[in-house]
């Protein structure tokens, strides 16, 4: 089982990224696959979650409005569509994978992509 993050970068503060998380070893659809992003000396916060199977999306306070999860079952892919960015979301965005579909616990994580939001 393998997750690879990619799409991060350096943006300016009210532009857009579009990260993506794929996925090998295993067919996602089955599964909720959550983004979180873990920034220097905070604690890592969860982002966003899809359940594709169910067709359910959950988003953090922080992000509702301006980020959208989304998955393409076919390319085994999970995409995280981030606008309106602020220096705030800057952070290491790592996807995970959820065998429960419960967006709560997640068996299998990424190693990241880096986020940078300039003012």
């Known amino acids: 089982v393998q997750l690879v993050e990619s799409g991060g970068g350096l943006v300016q503060a009210g532009g857009s990224l579009r990260l993506s998380c794929a996925a090998s070893g295993f067919t996602f659809d089955g599964y909720a696959i959550g983004w979180f992003r873990q920034a220097p000396g905070k604690e890592r916060e969860g982002v966003s979650c899809?359940?594709?199977?169910?067709?359910?999306?959950y988003y953090g306070d922080s992000v509702k409005g301006r980020f959208t999860i989304s998955s393409d079952n076919a390319k085994n892919t999970v995409y995280l569509q981030m606008n309106s960015l602020k220096p705030e979301d800057t952070a290491v965005y790592l996807c995970?994978?959820?065998?429960?579909?419960?967006?709560?616990?997640?068996?299998?994580w990424g190693q990241g992509t880096q986020v940078t939001v300039s003012s």
């Open positions: 995970a994978a959820d065998f429960r579909r419960s967006c709560r616990s997640y068996d299998y």
């Open positions: 899809i359940i594709p199977n169910y067709n359910r999306t």
